[in-house]
């Protein structure tokens, strides 16, 4: 199962996630128009974990399984009438080892070998979009795409006999 996170939201709470974790999330119904933006017709996500989605009436799910993957999701910017916006269809997914990237300041501070692979991999240092400050032309962290390997549903069949 694919979730996606949102960058600000991780950054905002602390919320490490690390591959090889168990995670035990209430998902809601990923924003599809976003990550179309972000992806194109490239990748699919129906899920995401928002520390905000229990404050509206919508669908959930409960999820628990193991962290099978992270994958940052980098993308180009550019100004448009919108302020600085996603470049449609141009983002990247990076593999990193945990989240911890999203608030783990770069400046002071050891980075996590996460941190460390996808600043490798953006080109341009660690940077994170909830930070933007009008700065097109730019590559920025705006979410994560978490791989779950749901555990299996522990259900019990009892046969009552009508005899």
């Known amino acids: 199962m694919l979730v996606w996170l949102t960058d600000w939201q991780i950054a905002e709470d602390h919320i490490h996630v690390e591959t090889g974790g168990v995670v035990d999330w209430t998902v809601y119904p990923a924003d599809t128009a976003w990550v179309a933006r972000l992806f194109g017709d490239r990748l699919a996500v129906k899920w995401q974990y928002d520390t905000y989605g229990g404050g509206v009436v919508q669908a959930s ?3 628990r399984g193991r962290v099978a993957a992270i994958r940052s999701v980098r993308c180009r910017q550019m100004r ?13 997914l990076h593999e990193v080892e945990d989240t911890s990237g999203s608030w783990t300041s770069s400046a002071g501070s050891p980075r996590s070998r996460s941190q460390r692979s996808d600043a490798k991999n953006s080109g341009r240092g660690w940077r994170s979009y909830a930070s933007i400050v009008d700065e097109g032309d730019q590559e920025a962290r705006y979410g994560y795409i978490v791989t779950v390997e ?3 549903a522990n ?9």
Do not use: H, W
């Open 61 to 63: 799910r409960r999820v």
């Open 80 to 92: 448009s009438a919108e302020g600085v916006v996603p470049v449609r269809g141009a983002a990247g």
């Open 150 to 152: 749901l555990e299996s």
């Open 155 to 163: 259900t019990t069949c009892r046969v009552i006999s009508s005899a």
